[in-house]
């Protein structure tokens, strides 16, 4: 199943950030806080179900994007870092294959 990106709908509780004009390593940290936060509570609430995680992940990407973090860093955040995305979110095994899943399935397409 593909997951179109479209335009991200950014909650208004976001930090202004954008990674290609933003040199503030404050400013970076603070909007790498709030979106691992907010993705974090995304999946915790989607938790047992396929579709909600797959949505949740492509909330994270496309927030990501709009603030034009490199692919590499989105990859990082979500699933390398310590403590990452899906460390913090605490997910059964299975949720955590359906949260990779989604983000190849955004990767690929």
Known sequence: MVFPLSTPTIPTNAPAYNASTNTSDADRSAFIDWLTAQTVAELQAARDNETALHQAVK???????????????????????EPCIMDLAELSEADEEAVVDAFEDLCNA
């Open 59 to 81: 909330n994270y990407v496309q927030r990501a994007l709009a603030a034009e973090l490199t692919f590499e860093d989105i990859e990082e955040i979500l699933g390398i870092n």
